[in-house]
């Protein structure tokens, strides 16, 4: 059965289950969550706890099982937490975690906490995870996208009774912050528990936020890709200066460009050629956030500005394999970078 993260702890004060299945790639949610499900273990007399984690294709699963089926009559009861990390259980694995689920049904002296990483279509529609599925409680633990971090934040200052000022400078702080911890959620509750520290209960003014919050932002090509096809410039600016300071391949930052004017390329030709725009999507594998994006972008992008962005793309992947056009910036990635923003520019909201 699947559960919002945001009804299990209405959920866990009726009573705990037997079985429960943390997926998601946010590690302090599945702090969170895991240590929640624990204490209420822990309020209802789950008092030992066995920790596994899956290290390798050699991991002993018979270990596992036989913590499962060792608690006697007189024994207190087990919270026994498995880990995987890698998403991936093996043959072995699968076959374990099936007999695992099917033998915590009805047995009210072992929890069994699985906590997994994200989780792809093929891996939600697996053997092992129908049947942790069908036997327990599932949570699947979002991230927090940056639209909504600013309102994480206020919510999560709130708890430690503090708050940001009414009006445009509360807005202000809140962007601010979000702007120095996108993309690096632990190290954002860190810096709000820093607050906590430094300052009392009540109002918080921006120069108070400024002087304290470090800035631990964290980006990925893939949210930079989000960032460019949702037309936002400054974002883009900001998070190339991100990836060149975290040391990632210019090389791989234009890849990961040029694919996505390739997949535009190629959904906007289907669609011109006749072809129903939700189920190409489906076949280039376009999902979620970017599907939406997609949607809004296409109709305005026209083949010919496409032919440019692909023409600007192969500009740049000699470039970073180091070519000179004269053109161009000779530095890699004063190239990406004018590409990138050549790409937020054509995709921006008309």
Request: aromatic share 6%.
């Amino acid at each position: 059965m699947q559960i919002a993260a945001a009804r299990l702890p209405e959920q866990l004060q009726k009573g705990v289950r037997s079985l429960y299945t943390l997926h998601g790639d946010e590690p302090l949610l599945q702090q969170e969550m895991a240590d929640l499900i624990r204490q209420s273990a822990r309020e209802q007399g789950y008092t030992e706890r066995q920790v596994f984690t899956v290290a390798g294709a050699h991991f002993d699963w018979g270990e596992v099982q036989a913590a499962a089926a060792s608690m006697s009559l007189f024994a207190d009861k087990l919270i026994l937490d498995l880990r995987i990390p890698t998403g991936k259980p093996g043959k072995e694995g699968s076959i374990a975690l099936q007999q695992l689920a099917e033998s915590v049904v009805g047995n009210d002296a072992v929890l069994l906490l699985v906590s997994l990483p994200g989780l792809d279509k093929t891996s939600k529609s697996s053997g092992w995870f129908t049947a942790l599925e069908a036997s327990g409680a599932t949570v699947q633990l979002e991230p927090v996208s940056r639209a909504d971090l600013p309102a994480w934040i206020a919510q999560r200052l709130g708890q430690q009774q503090q708050r940001v000022l009414e009006g445009e400078e509360g807005q202000r702080s809140l962007q601010f912050f979000a702007d120095r911890v996108e993309g690096n959620l632990l190290a954002a509750h860190q810096e709000i528990q820093k607050l906590g520290l430094l300052y009392a209960p009540g109002e918080l003014s921006f120069e108070q936020i400024e002087r304290a919050v470090l800035n631990v932002a964290r980006y990925d090509v893939f949210k930079l890709g989000e960032a460019v096809l949702a037309g936002q410039h400054l974002r883009v600016q900001r998070m190339m200066d991100g990836l060149q300071a975290e040391g990632v391949s210019e090389v791989l930052v234009n890849y990961t460009l040029s694919e996505d004017i390739r997949s535009l390329k190629r959904v906007k030709d289907a669609v011109a050629g006749g072809r129903a725009l939700p189920q190409v999507l489906r076949e280039q594998r376009v999902w979620g956030r970017k599907e939406r994006l997609y949607e809004r972008i296409l109709p305005n992008l026209t083949p010919a500005a496409l032919d440019r962005l692909l023409q600007s793309a192969h500009h740049v992947d000699g470039i970073v394999k180091g070519m000179k056009l004269p053109t161009w910036p000779t530095d890699n990635w004063q190239a990406v970078l004018r590409l990138a923003l050549m790409m937020s520019k054509a995709c921006s909201p008309r």
